[in-house]
């Protein structure tokens, strides 16, 4: 289980639906963090939300939080080219999302796979439209209503180029507290043998039970990134630890 702690402004803020325009502060980035490392955590997911929307950029706050942490640190936001790269993986963090608009550029995507390995995974922020045999996953940038294309025809040349770890994101469900779509997690799992990690919804022990029960059926996620809920009380780190998946 990773909890998130996302930062804009310099404050740990949370989204609602991958809006720019909800974030709420909730706290120091740093206090959050470092808390979370005392109650337990073994990874943190930590965002930089300004560099996602492209409005700004928390890099040298993360750099050097990510340097005092003694815990894996996954890093997200707004990394999609060779300086932005260049910069997360120069914190020492254990691992890098590349973000949707990295997918914009299919061949550098997969160079950097091959360069960097198992320090590179991918983040895919899904938008579902229809429904029934008339429902189509379309990738979601960030922070806006534009498309990114088809999700399944990313998922092949993603697996041709190696990729080994997707950050899986419902962006409707992100921040909203309604429970992880576990249907998307399931499709996925059915397209790539590649590692998932989910995120969005998660609000309950119930959800993080049926994220475990989804994996022991076959459906291949390693993990959970866990956000709003911890933020807001309603869970507890160490329940969420009891019940989530083990760390990726």
């Known amino acids: 289980m990773l909890p998130a702690v996302d930062v804009a402004g310099g404050q740990a803020v949370r989204l609602a639906r991958g809006e720019a325009g909800s974030a709420a502060a909730h706290g120091d980035p740093r206090e959050l963090a470092l808390a979370w490392q005392a109650e337990g955590a073994e990874w943190i997911h930590l965002v930089d939300l300004d560099a996602a929307f492209g409005r700004g950029s928390n890099a040298d706050l993360l750099a050097t939080l990510v340097g005092e942490l003694d815990v894996n640190v996954q890093l997200s936001g707004g990394i ?3 300086a932005s790269l260049g910069r997360a ?3 020492g963090c254990a691992r890098v999302n590349l973000g949707a608009t990295a997918l914009d550029h299919p061949a550098w995507c997969a160079r950097m796979i091959d360069t960097h390995g198992e320090r590179i995974a991918v983040s895919l922020d899904v938008r ?3 429904s029934g045999n008339a429902m189509h996953y379309r990738l979601a940038p960030r922070g806006g209503p534009g498309d990114g294309g088809d999700l399944w025809e990313a998922l092949g040349w993603l697996g ?4 080994a ?5 419902d962006v409707s ?3 909203t507290l309604d429970g992880p779509n576990l249907g998307l997690y399931r499709a996925v799992a059915r397209a790539t043998p590649a590692a998932l990690i989910g995120s969005g919804g998660v609000a309950t022990i119930d959800d993080l039970v049926a994220l475990a029960e989804a994996r022991r059926t076959g459906v291949n ?6 956000g709003k809920a911890l933020a807001t009380g309603r869970l507890t780190l160490g329940e969420a630890l009891a019940a989530a998946l083990p760390e990726p």
């Not at 041709?160 to 990729?163: I, L």
């Not at 996620?221 to 866990?226: A, F, P, R």
């Open 80 to 82: 999609a080219d060779e």
């Open 89 to 91: 993986l120069a914190t």
């Open 165 to 169: 770890r997707y950050v899986v994101t």
């Open 221 to 226: 996620l390693e993990g959970v990134i866990v």
């Open 173 to 175: 469900r992100d921040g």
């Open 160 to 163: 041709s180029a190696g990729c």
């Open 128 to 130: 579902i439209e229809g």
